[in-house]
């Protein structure tokens, strides 16, 4: 059981929900992932770990109410339970020894670059973030990203704050100007992760893309994440979430994500959520027997 | 009587449920034994004394001597009988291929006759026990710590014998509910749930702990576990989860799934009811592809979830199926359908959907390395399947996750720990595997026994320490 201790709603639709969750915290490191079932009748949720507190135990996660699952979560208000909140889980970034790297983000994938940042930054990289969002009221994490980038731009789709256009915009100008990057990392939605992909491909630059399949264990058990990267099948749960843009078939992916669109989901409409959850069954309390 | 008339005493069928009622959902098939059936069911066995059963049975269970006991209708004593050497009865009772085990070297079986029904018979006494079950009394702690991992049915029974010998020991799960694949994988209509929770349940009076969402290698490191946690041995029984699929053209298709996939949504995340979120694809033509436990547990999962056709795949004949024969039959019995000697060779798409499936025609040739005729593909026999669910069920293998779980245990090209087959220790001093992350037979019972003769090693290894 892992409480939630506040949740803030940062835009439209997007929640920022810390958690209590001292063995997550302790053990993630950048680039992985944790997976949330906020309640029995729940899907298991995979979300991106924005920050987290090791001293506190605690960890951050920034939730698009994209649909019945996602709102549920966040529907979690300080003091309540999420049932089950299980990570770290994936492969950590591999960081390197990147002289100047860039971030890129986009929407509520933008706060899953946070972390990285800042593990680049902490190995002496000179860094570029870009996080794109459709409009200002949308921008989130901006100040955070300040703080870990020696040069930050923000672009909307619709010009009402910072850069008019899209992230692979500036991107895309630097490259033209010669600057090189050592590393670029990309998290956001597909189209954008394969719009970078092809914008940095003729430079050879290297580029990481952190994916976002559907999941299930989240432990390699099922195959429901699987990916194509470079002809092979991978399960991004274990072999990723990270992946060489340049070799990542983003058409499969996108064409995967939309597996339930059909009006496949039968989701029960909840009532009031329990927020005091009892202990299951093989949970003995400390003075039991 | 004698051994002639025995022999000619009816074998005693067992109770199911009539196909017509079965559809509407995971109800048990399989109702079990009266008290009348067992009686007249253990009156067929000869008790021969060489007990050829006994020596088809993977745990060694003394069956002769459990059936006398109903015979004299001491049921819990019968159970304890068998809880000697296999601890989960009602579990085994239900799962296990008999007809390839004890069955198999049954006397009357070998005469001709059906062999008597020793499965059945050991799910009646399991289920006897589950019914008139009593808390056990906890054994005398001797403080010493050992952590399991993985909940399936190698890592519950050695942590239940290690808790009956007085060590405290810890099991670790990475999902969400305990059980491993008896929760996850099988479903309700063979082995309901609340049988397997019933075992769990017991352990947990034996003082057994469960540490459920923890990912051994992620959520706590074995470096924790055997350091600042002070557990002094470990076993992992992390199972061989990790579905396979056939790397042909399209198998990324929208509505192809493995058995993994498709039986963990229905079975762990509850799928087929309304009032759970977990989304599922319902084909209306389904294939399953694969001859085993898993290919026909999903087939019929499917049916259940409203299917109009099911049909099994697969690559070899019916001879050749590793599945248990009970199943099969009530595969069929059901309305499945089954192509046998074929292999998919490309999935076929529209818009990102499955719509068919092209195969190829397969024959029977030479024995491969397990001893069945290897199945080869004939020449211009290509045909197309038209399908818009398709579930794989080809097999698993072990979880990429056990390296990161034990850095630096050696394991073998396939992939499985490599142990030492008289203890069960792995390379790594202190730390003992078994179940499907070793190399054998991939069964529950096969599990379950390696769980028991784990224990025992660790039991050595921890007095050893003392
Ligand atoms: C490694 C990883 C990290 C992620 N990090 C974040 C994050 O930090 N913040 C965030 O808001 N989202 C994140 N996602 C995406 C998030 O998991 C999905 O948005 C969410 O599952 C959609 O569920 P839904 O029911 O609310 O949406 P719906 O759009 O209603 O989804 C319908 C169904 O499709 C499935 N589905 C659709 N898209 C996804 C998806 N991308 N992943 C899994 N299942 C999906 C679900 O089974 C769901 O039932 C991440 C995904 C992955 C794999
Ligand atoms: C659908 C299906 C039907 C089957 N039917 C039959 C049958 O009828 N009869 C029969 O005898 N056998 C059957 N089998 C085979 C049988 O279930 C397995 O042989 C048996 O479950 C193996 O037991 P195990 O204890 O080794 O592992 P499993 O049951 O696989 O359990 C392993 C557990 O370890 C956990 N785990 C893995 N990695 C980690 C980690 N890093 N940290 C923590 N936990 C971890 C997993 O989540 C899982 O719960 C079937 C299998 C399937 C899939
Ligand atoms: S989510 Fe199941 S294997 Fe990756």
């Known amino acids: 059981?892992?409480?939630?201790?506040?949740?803030?709603?940062?835009?439209?639709?997007?929640?920022?929900?810390?958690?209590?969750?001292?063995?997550?915290?302790?053990?993630?490191?950048?680039?992985?992932?944790?997976?949330?079932?906020?309640?029995?009748?729940?899907?298991?949720?995979?979300?991106?770990?924005?920050?987290?507190?090791?001293?506190?135990?605690?960890?951050?996660?920034?939730?698009?109410?994209?649909?019945?699952?996602?709102?549920?979560?966040?529907?979690?208000?300080?003091?309540?339970?999420?049932?089950?909140?299980?990570?770290?889980?994936?492969?950590?970034?591999?960081?390197?020894?990147?002289?100047?790297?860039?971030?890129?983000?986009?929407?509520?994938?933008?706060?899953?670059?946070?972390?990285?940042?800042?593990?680049?930054?902490?190995?002496?990289?000179?860094?570029?973030?870009?996080?794109g969002f459709r409009t200002r009221d949308l921008v989130i994490y901006e100040e955070k990203f300040h703080n870990v980038s020696d040069e930050l731009i923000v672009t909307t789709d619709d010009g009402s704050y910072g850069h008019h256009g899209l992230v692979t915009e500036p991107l895309g100008e630097r490259l033209a100007n010669g600057e090189s990057f050592d590393l670029i990392m990309v998290v956001g939605p597909v189209v954008m992760m394969a719009a970078v992909a092809e914008v940095t491909r003729p430079y050879g630059i290297k580029t990481l893309a952190s994916l976002n399949p559907i999941m299930v264990d989240g432990t390699g058990m099922c195959g429901a994440c699987r990916v194509t990267v470079g002809g092979q099948t991978?399960?991004?749960?274990?072999?990723?979430?990270?992946?060489?843009?340049?070799?990542?078939?983003?058409?499969?992916?996108?064409?995967?994500?939309?597996?339930?669109?059909?009006?496949?989901?039968?989701?029960?409409?909840?009532?009031?959520?329990?927020?005091k959850v009892e202990p299951r069954y093989w949970q003995v309390r400390e003075n039991d027997g | 009587m004698d051994n002639k008339e025995r022999m000619q005493l009816p074998y005693q069928e067992m109770p199911e449920l009539p196909v017509t009622q079965r559809l509407a959902?995971?109800?048990?098939?399989?109702?079990?034994?009266?008290?009348?059936?067992?009686?007249?069911?253990?009156?067929?066995?000869?008790?021969?004394?060489?007990?050829?059963?006994?020596?088809?049975?993977?745990?060694?269970?003394?069956?002769?001597?459990?059936?006398?006991?109903i015979r004299e209708k001491r049921y819990t004593q019968a159970g304890l009988k068998i809880k000697e050497t296999n601890s989960f009865p009602a579990i085994c009772g239900r799962v296990c291929p008999q007809e390839q085990q004890c069955q198999e070297k049954c006397v009357v079986g070998r005469a001709g006759h059906e062999p008597v029904g020793i499965g059945h018979l050991e799910r009646f006494?399991?289920?006897?026990?589950?019914?008139?079950?009593?808390?056990?009394?906890?054994?005398?702690?001797?403080?010493?710590?050992v952590a399991v991992v993985g909940s399936g049915p190698a890592g519950l029974t050695c942590a239940g014998e290690l808790a009956k010998l007085g060590h405290?020991?810890?099991?670790?799960?990475?999902?969400?509910?305990?059980?491993?694949?008896?929760?996850?994988?099988?479903?309700?209509?063979?082995?309901?749930?609340?049988?397997?929770?019933?075992?769990?349940?017991?352990?947990?009076?034996l003082g057994v702990q469960i540490s459920h969402d923890t990912v051994v290698g992620r959520t706590v490191t074995m470096d924790e576990i055997r350091g600042e946690m002070g557990f002094e041995a470990v076993f992992l029984g992390l199972g061989a989860g990790s579905p396979r699929f056939l790397n042909i053209d399209g198998e990324n298709l929208r509505g192809i799934y493995s058995a993994n996939e498709y039986l963990t949504r229905?079975?762990?995340?509850?799928?087929?009811?309304?009032?759970?979120?977990?989304?599922?694809?319902?084909?209306?033509?389904?294939?399953?592809?694969?001859?085993?436990?898993?290919?026909?547990?999903?087939?019929?999962?499917?049916?259940?979830?409203?299917?109009q056709t099911v049909t099994i795949v697969y690559r070899r004949s019916r001879q050749q199926m590793p599945a248990r024969i009970e199943e099969v039959r009530h595969a069929e019995e059901e309305g499945i359908q089954f192509q046998f000697l074929t292999q998919p060779i490309k999935f076929i798409g529209e818009d990102g959907d499955v719509v068919g499936m092209e195969c190829i025609r397969?024959?029977?040739?030479?024995?491969?390395?397990?001893?069945?005729?290897?199945?080869?593909?004939?020449?211009?026999?290509?045909?197309?399947?038209?399908?818009?669910?398709?579930?794989?069920?080809?097999?698993?293998?072990?979880?990429?996750?056990?390296?990161?779980?034990?850095?630096?245990?050696?394991?073998?090209?396939?992939?499985?720990?490599?142990?030492?087959?008289?203890?069960?220790?792995?390379?790594?001093?202190?730390?003992?595997?078994?179940?499907?992350?070793?190399?054998?037979?991939?069964?529950?019972?096969?599990?379950?026994?390696?769980?028991?003769?784990?224990?025992?090693?660790?039991?050595?290894?921890?007095?050893?320490?003392?």
């Open chain 2, 168 to 205: 405290q020991v810890t099991i670790f799960e990475a999902l969400h509910e305990p059980g491993g694949v008896m929760i996850y994988g099988i479903p309700e209509f063979r082995l309901p749930n609340d049988i397997v929770r019933h075992e769990i349940k017991s352990l947990v009076d």
């Open chain 2, 362 to 466: 397969m024959e029977l040739g030479e024995p491969d390395a397990s001893g069945r005729p290897r199945p080869v593909p004939m020449a211009d026999s290509e045909f197309t399947i038209d399908t818009d669910l398709v579930v794989i069920a080809i097999g698993a293998r072990v979880s990429p996750l056990v390296p990161i779980a034990v850095p630096g245990i050696e394991l073998d090209e396939s992939g499985h720990v490599i142990v030492n087959p008289e203890t069960l220790e792995s390379s790594v001093p202190g730390i003992f595997a078994g179940g499907d992350l070793i190399p054998g037979e991939e069964t529950v019972v096969r599990g379950m026994g390696n769980g028991r003769q784990a224990a025992q090693s660790i039991h050595q290894y921890l007095i050893g320490r003392d």
């Open chain 2, 25 to 69: 959902g995971p109800v048990e098939v399989n109702r079990g034994y009266s008290e009348q059936q067992a009686l007249a069911e253990a009156e067929r066995c000869l008790q021969c004394k060489n007990a050829p059963c006994v020596a088809g049975c993977p745990v060694d269970i003394d069956i002769p001597a459990f059936i006398k006991l």
């Open chain 1, 1 to 131: 059981m892992f409480e939630v201790i506040s949740n803030q709603q940062l835009a439209t639709d997007i929640f920022e929900l810390t958690i209590k969750a001292p063995r997550i915290a302790q053990h993630h490191r950048p680039g992985q992932f944790c997976i949330i079932r906020a309640a029995q009748h729940c899907e298991r949720i995979p979300l991106s770990v924005a920050d987290k507190d090791s001293g506190a135990g605690t960890i951050t996660t920034v939730v698009q109410a994209a649909g019945h699952s996602t709102q549920e979560i966040v529907r979690f208000q300080p003091g309540d339970y999420l049932l089950d909140v299980v990570g770290p889980l994936g492969q950590p970034t591999h960081i390197g020894n990147p002289k100047y790297a860039a971030f890129i983000g986009g929407g509520f994938g933008a706060p899953a670059g946070y972390l990285m940042l800042k593990a680049l930054k902490d190995a002496g990289a000179e860094l570029l973030a870009i996080i």
């Open chain 1, 234 to 275: 991978k399960f991004a749960c274990v072999d990723g979430p990270e992946f060489d843009a340049h070799q990542v078939d983003f058409r499969e992916l996108s064409e995967r994500l939309k597996m339930y669109q059909a009006g496949e989901t039968q989701a029960y409409e909840a009532g009031p959520h329990q927020c």
């Open chain 2, 125 to 145: 006494v399991g289920d006897h026990l589950i019914a008139h079950s009593q808390k056990p009394s906890r054994a005398k702690p001797t403080g010493h710590k």
């Open chain 2, 266 to 307: 229905v079975n762990l995340l509850q799928a087929y009811r309304d009032d759970y979120d977990t989304p599922i694809r319902r084909g209306q033509y389904v294939t399953v592809i694969g001859g085993g436990n898993v290919t026909v547990d999903a087939a019929r999962w499917a049916l259940r979830l409203g299917a």
